[in-house]
């Protein structure tokens, strides 16, 4: 049965009973998550005219990518006045003749994400499914009573396996939570709890070793201001997740430029600094050699902090925290780490071969945790594979109904 029998894509929705000055929820991208959404309020006035509108019941279906092919979708429900707008990048689903919960399913589905990706257009991150694939795909079409009959076989089945998959992402956000700690608790009071402490005289800090210095950032590093005479050396991002890497290993689709000629040098064992994310914690020693962005900072050490001690610093909580007080800007979300204000902050300073003691206890506790995170990850992969074979056997038939009322 081809798709535009059973159901209407973007249908038309009228506002007449709200006022300009009336909230209503309002849906970007970033609230549309796999199964479900997460409510945003937004004025009337500022939506009515350039995005998508939808009511409770209809369905909401990311049509860009990766958003489309990691299964963004959900069901509208709960709206303020009972309608709502959404990004321009979403699909509006209103079921006509298939039960609302089978047709979400059936979006979850392989035969139509494959459909759907066969008919992307664009370049780069920008590709979108056509809308021509909700209105021309085939799907299976039962009766309405075994519609009714496989979505709820798959409310329970998938809560289930949705059940599983939670606790295992609490225990894999616990690991990370215990990693996280022991990094800020090292590079800040080293390993030996019994070691004599003194005031810092920095309240991020607090007590530190009694034989550890505290050092203005200016006294360890110097500015490396070189530039790129052609671009054309490695290009590297700086990120709060991952740190230095080179931008040709990951999924990025933000815009690029085609001249790099004028991008600041990153050499191996640099700390390189995000300006704009600073705060967030997009900073790291640099592993390799190449070019960041010019509005980017690039620092070189004087010799009394070893790289993997600063890389440590910048992934610990309260140095990111004071990385923010000392950060510049009208807003929080714009703040900026310009060198002045980051010279002007105090950094612990261990004895060298304590810094280097510190650094392989750590490298020894995050061995242990990656490989039970690695195991977590793994079987977390596969009970959402497990998941979206279960979908796809249930809405193509593949299931017997008796096993279905089991």
Request: overall charge negative.
């Amino acid at each position: 049965m081809p798709l535009r029998y059973v159901c209407e894509l973007n249908p038309s929705v009228s506002f007449d009973e709200f006022d300009e000055d009336d909230d209503v929820t309002f849906l970007p991208m970033d609230r549309v998550k796999s199964g479900y959404f997460i409510p945003n309020t937004e004025k009337l006035s500022k939506y009515a005219s350039s995005y998508n509108a939808f009511e409770d019941g209809d369905i909401v279906l990311a049509k860009v990518t990766p958003c489309f092919e990691n299964g963004n979708i959900a069901i509208a429900q709960d709206l303020i006045g009972g309608k709502g707008f959404g990004s321009s990048e979403l699909f509006v689903v209103r079921p006509t003749e298939a039960d609302q919960k089978f047709l979400f399913y059936y979006f979850q589905s392989s035969p139509f994400k494959q459909d759907g990706e066969a008919s992307m257009t664009g370049a780069g991150g920008l590709k979108r499914v056509s809308p021509d694939v909700l209105r021309k795909h085939h799907l299976p079409f039962p009766c309405p009573d075994i519609q009714r009959l496989i979505a709820n076989y798959l409310d329970r089945e998938t809560a289930r396996i949705d059940g599983l998959i939670a606790e295992k992402e609490h225990m894999q956000a616990l690991l990370e939570e215990k990693r996280a700690a022991l990094i800020s608790r090292i590079v800040t009071r080293g390993l030996d709890p019994s070691a004599l402490l003194k005031p810092s005289g920095q309240e991020w800090l607090g007590e530190i070793p009694a034989h550890w210095l505290v050092e203005r950032a200016k006294n360890l590093f110097s500015v490396r201001d070189e530039r790129s005479t052609d671009g054309t050396e490695e290009l590297l991002t700086v990120s709060h997740i991952t740190g230095v890497t080179s931008r040709s290993e990951k999924d990025v689709y933000m815009f690029e430029a085609d001249d790099k000629a004028g991008y600041k040098r990153c050499m191996p064992d640099d700390l390189a600094i995000n300006t704009l994310w600073a705060w967030m914690g997009a900073m790291g020693i640099s592993p390799l050699a190449g070019i960041v962005s010019p509005d980017y900072h690039v620092y070189t050490s004087k010799g009394q902090l070893l790289p993997e001690y600063v890389d440590l610093l910048c992934r610990s909580r309260p140095f990111v925290a004071e990385v923010s007080r000392w950060s510049k800007g009208v807003w929080s979300s714009r703040l900026r780490l310009y060198p002045e204000n980051f010279f002007e902050m105090r950094l612990p300073v261990p004895p060298h071969d304590e810094q280097r003691t510190l650094v392989e206890a750590v490298k020894a506790d995050q061995q242990k945790a990656n490989s039970l995170l690695g195991a977590l990850q793994q079987s977390i992969a596969l009970a959402k594979e497990r998941r979206a074979a279960l979908i796809t056997a249930a809405v193509t038939g593949q299931i017997p109904l008796a096993e279905m009322t089991a």
